[in-house]
């Protein structure tokens, strides 16, 4: 392999949703230079920041039934048992959350946390507070997938912060999808939610790091046998 594919391939690919924001800030660092070089120079490393804010790495997913993945890149701020949102539908008994927040330098392509059948999408509007409050589960615009699996029914909500203002999905409703596979994205920072059904338990503390499609958040079944995994 030649010294540039190998160069190349330690580039992660973009998310096509990024294209019109990298070209947006690429036009504005040309201008910028034609102002004053030294600003240009400030629009271009701001340029690197929105491609690599759009960056869409492969992930290999562990696959097997009772595995709970993941859905975004950053820090597990909170585990807690709480009422889910009500346009979930998940009923009104507490169940365990797990928040995983995501910075501006985190990778924002959100992925799903298990396999399934989405049964329910619901955007509600909202504030745009700090996403690691914990009230921001309830006061921020967010967008919710309620997944019907063998073990339950799952809900991941994404939730917009202080700085994101636009959730994309990628789904609808009524579609199967699998553990690890692209499911929306959110537009710098901001957190996303999964509420365990009945039998969950969260094999992560507050503060780990996570990986999307990577990290498993809880597994309802005891050891790991029988798991595999799959690149995508």
Same mark, same amino acid.
Request: hydrophobic fraction near 50%.
């Given at each position: 392999m030649s010294i540039a594919n190998s160069i190349r391939a330690q580039i992660p690919p973009i998310h096509p949703e990024g294209y019109?924001?990298?070209?947006? /800030?690429?036009?504005? @660092?040309?201008?910028?230079?034609?102002?004053?070089?030294?600003?240009?120079? #400030?629009?271009?490393?701001?340029?690197?920041?929105?491609?690599? /804010?759009?960056?869409?790495?492969?992930?290999?997913?562990?696959? &097997?039934?009772?595995?709970?993945? @993941?859905?975004? %890149?950053?820090?597990?701020?909170? #585990? @807690?048992?709480?009422?889910?949102?009500? !346009?979930?539908?998940?009923?009104?008994?507490?169940?365990?959350?797990? @928040?995983?927040?995501?910075?501006? /330098?985190?990778?924002?392509? *959100?992925?799903?946390?298990?396999?399934?059948?989405?049964?329910?999408?619901?955007? &509600?509007?909202?504030?745009?507070?700090?996403? !690691?409050? %914990?009230?921001?589960?309830?006061? *921020?615009?967010? *967008?919710?997938?309620?997944i019907s699996t063998p073990n339950g029914r799952i809900g991941v909500v994404q939730i917009a912060g202080l700085v994101a203002r636009r959730i994309v999905s990628f789904v609808r409703e009524g579609q199967s999808i699998g553990a690890g596979e692209r499911f929306g994205l959110i537009r710098f920072g901001s957190r996303l939610d999964v509420y365990l059904p009945e039998g969950g338990k969260a094999l992560v503390s507050v503060g780990q790091t996570a990986v999307a499609g990577e990290t498993v958040l809880a597994d309802f079944r005891q050891g790991d046998g029988g798991r595999t995994w799959r690149a995508d």
């Open positions: 019109p924001f990298i070209g947006g /800030f690429a036009l504005v @660092s040309l201008i910028l230079f034609w102002i004053w070089t030294p600003l240009g120079w #400030i629009g271009t490393v701001l340029t690197v920041w929105c491609a690599l /804010f759009f960056r869409d790495p492969v992930r290999v997913t562990p696959v &097997r039934e009772g595995i709970v993945v @993941s859905p975004a %890149d950053g820090r597990v701020s909170l #585990i @807690s048992m709480v009422l889910p949102p009500a !346009e979930l539908g998940l009923g009104d008994r507490p169940l365990l959350r797990i @928040s995983v927040f995501m910075s501006v /330098f985190n990778c924002h392509v *959100n992925r799903s946390p298990v396999t399934g059948r989405i049964d329910r999408i619901a955007y &509600r509007p909202g504030a745009f507070i700090n996403a !690691e409050l %914990d009230k921001a589960s309830e006061d *921020n615009e967010r *967008n919710s997938l309620v």
